[in-house]
């Protein structure tokens, strides 16, 4: 797709910003030691990336689906972690609130989620309920002016820096499945919540993940957001940005290690000549690039038709996040390959890459679920 100016620039700012603010100094430490940069993230909001989604007047930059998946793509081509920082007040975090805030919550929440002073994350997931996200044992009991929350949720990104956390709770016991199910806006230094140690993780270090145990958290009743027992589908269409979002995080990595290979592939020699001289090597190249369009093309339109509130833009999220994490997976295969043994060595990139590449047909549903979706649709 030939991108409108606006977007072009839009584009080259973003390139700018992560070629020279994710030095690779700042990546490998982030690998090695995992953790968290604070400083890269207030830098983030000091350009108005953490709010690029977030409407004007609640402090945001009010852009639509498509600057922010040239955002995460452009921030990912140079560090799929760091593209997480900006992804996170946007989407699964941000994205609730906006989508069924009521004024008074928006006004509350989302200046300082935009500027950065806040950070949100998003927690569904339980050791029990991950694709089955609907078997939610997290309770909220009405009780006076609060709801007391009880359970526990995990693999939740971010938890350990968090501020507050969008919670998932079941409402109504006697309603079955997702029924019954409501969201809420927790503070997560309100007693009973007691945050895990952060996971171990095969990548995406530099963004902390852990549980988030609740042990009869008051939470006010100004904190339900949205409709009473209408949680479940509220996590599933803030599930359709996030979904779109991480295939725009799949595309970027996608795109960097295709720059790595045909550098090294132009450089390294043998049999005298450089690798990319084979057919072996350079078909590889072909098959990358040609995977990669084909989900760039895949993945705008869907940012177009999401912002359009066209009926099968559920479906395309779905098709953008299953066709471009599983590209991104062979790509990245493809990389180290060329590579050859320096791939399998942390000094160079495409190794990290491979790593990060993998958790992307897992998170915010896995590739199986994605096809679920889809055939959901098209049969029903
Ligand atoms: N937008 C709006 N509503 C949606 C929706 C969407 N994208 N997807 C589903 N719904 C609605 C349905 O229309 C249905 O509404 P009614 O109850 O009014 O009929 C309701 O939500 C339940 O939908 P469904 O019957 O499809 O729910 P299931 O329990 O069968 O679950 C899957 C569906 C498996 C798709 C869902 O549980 C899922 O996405 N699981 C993966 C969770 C996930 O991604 N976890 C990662 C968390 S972040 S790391």
Redesign the pocket.
Known sequence: MILPEKYQLLRKNFRNFAETEFTDELQKKLDIEGGYEAEMYHKMARYGFTGIKIPVEYGGQGGDSLAYVLMIEEFARVCPVLAIYANTPNS?GGGPLVMCGNEEQKKKYLPDIASGKKHIV?A??EPGA?????GTLTTAVADGDDFILNGRKC?VSGAPIADYAIIYAKTDPSAK???GISMFIVDLKLPGVTIGKAEAKMGINGYPTSDITLDNVRVSKADLLGPLNDG??MA??T??GGRLGISAQALGLAQGCREEAIRYAKERKQFGKPIAANQGVSFMIADMATEIEAARELIYQTAIAKDANSPDS?MKCAMSKYFASEMANRVAYKAVQIFGGYGYIKDYKVERFYRDARIMSI???TSQ?QQ??IA?TLLR
């Open positions: 699964l998003f569904l997931t991950g694709s089955d996200a609907g693999f499945g997702s029924r479940f589908r599933m269409k599930l359709d559920s998170y915010e549903g679920i679920l979706v959901n």
